[in-house]
């Protein structure tokens, strides 16, 4: 800022900072954000000027705008979150007392009201810092001596103050209990006061639920009298344009009866709460609550049962609330399409359906069937002969959730819930369909109501014929997934009975289905290979043959996630029934899938990710018979496993990640380690390879090698090392048959190669090594070092210095552990890295590496005073290894 500029705002003359302030209450756009500039900096550079010019305005301006400006501006310099702009800790003492005193003033002598909140809502920040250190004992005084004053306003400030700040008030420093009490009762009730009298009604209401929150538990029967006149207060509320204050004292009143339910225990609270949830013309928000408030008392029960008690006559009301707000639901033509996006796309949307649903579960739970299921056999038969589609709807969702909150009581009267689920099967409206489908997935989701097996003959005809559908894909999506828990459920022997059916229907499905029908499908058919491999098998042709069919048209459309679905149920078909069924189509599958040459995967292709693990199925399932289509797989795989420089985390570039709770860091971290699962999983592909094709997979070992090496410090996840140092292993593995096989036909060819690739691998496996301390990753990387030693066969002395310093290191670290901790996972874990360090060592001494290997170790043992301790505490097996392998003679 300007230094003149600066110098004007904060003299003598009032006028520059008063028009200042004047800007932010009129302007808009660029002229209120240069305004907003300015008074942030002057804040930063003087804010005990601004803390008193805020102040004066508040007090002395003819303009209530500017004077509620500068107040909601002083009560955000005042809130601790309001950082780096939180004035408190750097006002000189003086401005501080100044400020304490003049805003208590204010609330004396302010008479507009929106004022007045702001300024309550600073003395509230403040008081929330400094009353617990007793550090503005004032405030106490004003806020005891405002809550009797004859002035509603300030009566009113008074109350308001105590219902945010009375937890932090000393109980020494409260008036008696009983003088608090008869305080708020009087503001309760009383009908004589003049101007604002439902304004210091509903403070009171706020003040009484903070006073019967703060009061110990022993003392509380002492505030039961407050109760009928605080509920009369909260309809008052409701009822009189002020649902937010209603809202807030629900929700507190909610949290209230969490901590204390017995106190409670008054039927006219849960009357009252339903009457503002049937009366249609509150806020829908308000209505929730009180809903809420109900369930939360039924969620009680347990702990205190006499809350349930004074529930009972009131079931039938209650629930023809949640029905009435299951009702309120809109025929979107979105949830005909089944489209996933549509589905998702208002999943955080509050409404009434969404929250009588969740409500209607908890009250199940809370409750249980004896009570509730007898009402609701005896209410719902209405509602389902209702004409209104959404009553229907409604008592079907409704018996969904109870169904699933109470599994005795359904097991108990399942041939009611089953009556109306069948008989809604062919409703004339397809959502009234979609919802009996939904309690069918509800009752059969517990296998030990043996719904499937008892009532299949009336319950799979109609499923199939939904799964028919097509001018509906929801309702053929519902009735899939609830023929897949039907499937999941049913014995084998009652399934056997309609798989014909149900596989001519599934094939239909993924013919004229559109994506969703599809992958519905699919699953559904990947849960019959599973529980029916042996049945299943004689339909095998048939299955394959139109898999396959589907599988070449998506080739052909170039739809690549169905191409990729299609190959996963395929592979799965295919595994279940055994090599012997499915080698010869997986030849085929394979060779329809070569014209991915055309358009090659790529690595952030969603569907790349997911064909890469299919292929390593088929990989499995073929063997070498794999090899001709490597050239297909390893290019994209090797994209997938590319190691990126943003990916790797390391300490240099953790604080540019600012892991400090922000949300924009904390996604960009979550990304960032969803991109590393992705490595994870390439890496896991790529030892799989190398398993399977042992030394084929030679000719993919110069490139896979590498990709790996950034994983072996990867030092912020074990599991991702674990797996790079596995992938690694085998490869190198594979580069030793290859070796020893003479691979390809030029025998130099591959030796020259794979010391390359060696002389490459071993330095940065010591670095990885150096760094590791995990105990058992040592002795796998030594693996990898050991195996690397194998395949070069002569080491430069570079090579073999760094590896005895690297190895003796690791013996003076294994002494250390086994000296501190005598624990046996610790002991037996350096056993193993010690037979470890003795292969490594074995292979080093042979010629031509053994002078190097004697040299080095002798030069790096005086060095290292420990060492003779380890001939002392060592186990004697691992010692003579060592010491074998170090005077070892060919």
């Not at 009301?317 to 809109?330: C, G, K, N, V």
């Not at 209104?388 to 009581?409: M, Q």
């Not at 299919?614 to 797989?633: T, Y």
């Amino acid at each position: 800022m300007d230094p003149k500029l600066r110098k004007q705002l904060v003299g003598l003359d009032p006028v520059p900072f008063t028009d200042l302030i004047s800007t932010l209450t009129t302007s808009t756009g660029s002229a209120r954000s240069h305004a907003e500039s300015l008074f942030y900096s002057l804040c930063q550079t003087n804010p005990n000027s601004v803390s008193i010019k805020l102040l004066l305005l508040i007090q002395y301006s003819s303009h209530s705008e500017i004077r509620a400006e500068a107040a909601s501006l002083l009560r955000n310099l005042l809130t601790r979150t309001s950082e780096p702009y939180y004035l408190w800790p750097r006002l000189h003492p003086i401005t501080k007392c100044h400020l304490k005193e003049d805003l208590l003033k204010s609330l004396h002598n302010e008479h507009k009201r929106s004022v007045l909140a702001h300024l309550r809502g600073g003395v509230i920040e403040l008081g929330s810092d400094l009353l617990p250190d007793d550090s503005w004992p004032e405030l106490i005084f004003f806020t005891f001596e405002a809550m009797v004053s004859s002035s509603p306003r300030v009566q009113e400030s008074g109350l308001l103050i105590f219902s945010y700040l009375a937890e932090y008030i000393e109980s020494s420093s409260l008036p008696p209990l009983t003088t608090l009490r008869s305080i708020l009762l009087l503001a309760l009730t009383d009908t004589n006061t003049t101007g604002g009298e439902l304004e210091v009604k509903i403070a009171a209401l706020l003040a009484s639920i903070s006073l019967i929150h703060c009061t110990p538990s022993k003392d509380r029967e002492k505030l039961q009298d407050l109760l009928p006149p605080l509920v009369f207060v909260l309809v008052e509320a409701s009822t009189g344009n002020r649902e937010e204050d209603a809202k807030e004292a629900v929700k507190m009143l909610t949290l209230l009866i969490e901590i204390e339910p017995i106190f409670f225990c008054w039927p006219e609270l849960v009357d009252t709460m339903l009457k503002i949830a049937e009366f249609d013309e509150l806020e829908e928000e308000l209505r929730r609550e009180a809903v809420n408030l109900v369930v939360t008392i039924a969620k009680t029960g347990e702990k205190e049962p006499v809350m349930v008690e004074q529930l009972v006559p009131f079931f039938g009301r209650f629930l023809a609330i949640l029905l009435q707000m299951l009702s309120d639901i809109e025929d979107d033509e979105a949830w005909y399409t089944a489209h996933p996006d549509d589905e998702d796309k208002d999943a955080d949307e509050k409404n009434n359906f969404k929250f009588s649903k969740e409500s209607s579960y908890t009250i199940s739970a809370a409750l249980g069937g004896a009570l509730l299921v007898p009402v609701v056999i005896e209410l719902l038969p209405a509602y389902l002969e209702n004409s209104d589609w959404k009553k229907r709807h409604a008592a079907l969702i409704f018996l969904k959730e109870i169904a699933g909150g109470c599994s005795e009581a359904t097991k108990e009267n399942l041939e009611q819930f089953v009556n109306m689920m069948v008989n809604s099967f062919n409703d004339i409206h397809l959502r009234v369909q979609g919802a009996a489908l939904n309690v069918t997935c509800e009752l059969l989701v517990d296998p030990e109501t043996h719904v499937a097996s008892k009532y299949h003959d009336r319950i799979f005809p109609a499923l199939l014929h939904s799964m028919n559908t097509y001018d509906c894909p929801r309702v053929q999506v519902e009735a899939t997934r609830a023929a897949w828990n039907f499937i999941c459920s049913c014995n084998k022997d009652v399934l056997k009975i309609y798989l014909q059916d149900l596989l001519v229907q599934l094939h239909m499905m993924i013919l004229m289905g559109n994506t969703v029908v599809q992958d519905e499908a699919l699953l559904t058919l990947e849960s019959l290979a599973y529980l029916l491999e042996d049945t299943l098998e004689s339909y095998y042709e048939y299955v394959m043959r139109w898999l396959k069919a589907f599988l070449r048209d998506a080739i052909h459309n170039a739809d690549r996630m169905l191409c990729a679905k299609l190959l996963q149920c395929i592979s799965i078909v295919g595994a279940v029934l055994g090599k012997s069924h499915f080698r010869n189509d997986a030849q085929e599958v394979m060779e329809e899938l070569m014209s991915f040459r055309a358009a090659p995967l790529e690595a952030d292709d969603p569907v790349t990710g997911y064909m890469l693990q299919l292929w390593m199925k088929l990989l499995k399932c073929l063997g070498r018979d794999f090899l001709p289509f490597m050239d297909l797989v390893m290019p994209p795989l090797f994209q997938y496993a590319q190691s990126e420089s943003d990916l790797i985390i390391s300490s240099t570039n953790m604080d540019n990640i600012e892991v400090k709770m922000a949300e924009v860091a904390g996604e960009k971290l979550r990304t960032k380690f969803r991109l590393l699962d992705e490595k994870v999983s390439a890496c896991d592909m790529l030892c799989c390879y190398a398993d399977e094709l042992k030394e084929d997979f030679f000719p993919w070992i110069d490139k896979a090698a590498p990709l790996l090496l950034p994983f072996l410090k990867f030092n912020f996840h074990k599991e991702v090392r674990k797996t790079a140092i596995s992938a690694m292993s085998k490869i190198l593995y594979s580069a030793k048959l290859a070796v020893e096989k003479h691979m390809p036909d030029d025998p130099e060819e591959p030796c020259l190669e794979v010391k390359q690739l060696c002389c490459i691998l071993i330095p940065s496996i010591i670095e990885a090594l150096h760094e590791e301390h995990d105990t058992e990753l040592c002795g796998e990387m030594l693996g990898c070092l050991t195996d690397c030693i194998q395949l070069l066969e002569e080491l430069e002395e570079d090579q073999v210095i760094g590896i005895v310093k690297e190895l003796k290191n690791l013996i003076v670290r294994s002494i250390f552990r086994t000296g501190k901790e005598l624990r046996d996972v610790n002991y037996k874990q350096d056993a193993l890295l010690l037979n470890q360090i003795a292969k490594c060592l074995v292979m080093l001494s042979l010629e031509p590496s053994r002078d190097l290997l004697l040299a080095s170790w002798v030069k790096e043992t005086k060095a290292e005073k420990t060492i003779p301790r380890a001939r002392e505490q060592l186990q004697e097996f691992t010692f003579r290894q060592i010491g074998r392998a170090i005077m070892c003679v060919p």
